[in-house]
């Protein structure tokens, strides 16, 4: 008969995986103490919850969560990151601290959509520009058609006032010369 305490703890568990917008599984084996609260307080300055999970509870709030993928990344000893606003921002902190810090912490894979990612593909996904400049690019490039068309539509129209203007200008500088030549006359 499960205990009431890990009863709240499922329930608090599968609301926090229901709301997440992606769970990293991450491998915390042999990481000191001081290193995992270190850790903690990077997640949380990025808005990240990080916590060490037992597998049963993980596989009882996912199956409550309607997340039976989190099943699929969680393996062995295991702490959860959880995002709740940008995932790219989760895999950036997991990946930033593991690079500065040169930690031994292994992603195993993460849930993102509903789709599982592997641990190389968190990390891909950590490597994304922010938000903003990915809107710049695609920007950019819905831009450069447009641009290259104006162009091209323009080009015929000056093409013409150049053939237009050129007898003209041809015309300007014969009756200019003739102005020239009379006067030059009537002296």
Known sequence: MPTQKKIDQVEELREKLARATITVATDPSGQPVNAMTDLRSKMRERQVEYRVIKNTLAYLAADASNNPQIKEIIQGPTALALGYDNPVDVAKALEEYIRVNRSTLTIRGAVFNGKRLSGD???????????????????????????????????????????????????????????EQLRSQGT
Do not use: C, T
């Not at 290259?148 to 300007?172: E, K, M, T």
């Open 121 to 179: 593909e968190v990390i891909s996904l950590s490597r994304l520009p922010a938000p903003e400049v990915l809107i710049g690019q695609l920007m950019g490039q819905l831009q450069a058609p447009i641009g290259s068309l104006v162009g091209q539509l323009q080009a015929p129209l000056q093409r013409l006032l150049g053939a237009l203007s050129g007898p003209q200008a041809s015309l300007a500088n014969l009756l200019q010369q003739r102005v």
